[in-house]
């Protein structure tokens, strides 16, 4: 059974950091394309970042460029979302999700092949 489990959310202050991970399980990472994708309340999902399966190309949303960086560690079968200088607006459910091809043009997750259940950021003060 192909899975993805996201970890690493909680509650930061505006300004702070913090490190999502993503492990598969049932399935070979190293042969897909991985992205971040976040989503708030009564909202459409948002692409945040996305990275090729060799770990070319990392894209980013500009309204996280500068702040955060996606890696993968194939070995592994984990993908990492670093998020820095977080902000109020960066507070969402985050998802990780495998696709064939980049994907970033998204109106719900099920248009990805994977994708796990989330992890909780929130921003506040």
């Known amino acids: 059974q192909a899975q993805l489990v996201e970890s690493g959310g909680g509650l930061v202050q505006p300004g702070g950091s913090l490190r999502l991970s993503c492990a598969a399980s049932g399935f070979a990472m190293k042969f897909w394309h991985m992205n971040w994708v976040r989503q708030r309340p009564g909202e459409g999902p948002e692409w945040v970042s996305d990275?090729?399966?060799?770990?070319?190309?990392?894209g980013y949303a500009d309204s996280v460029k500068g702040r955060f960086t996606i890696s993968r560690d194939n070995a592994e079968n984990t993908v990492y979302l670093q998020m820095n200088s977080l902000k109020p607006e960066d507070t969402a459910l985050y998802y990780c999700a495998a696709s064939a091809v980049p994907l970033m043009r998204v109106t719900s997750l099920n248009q990805y092949t994977y994708w796990g259940p989330g992890t909780q950021v929130t921003v506040s003060s």
């Open positions: 990275i090729g399966p060799g770990g070319e190309s990392p």
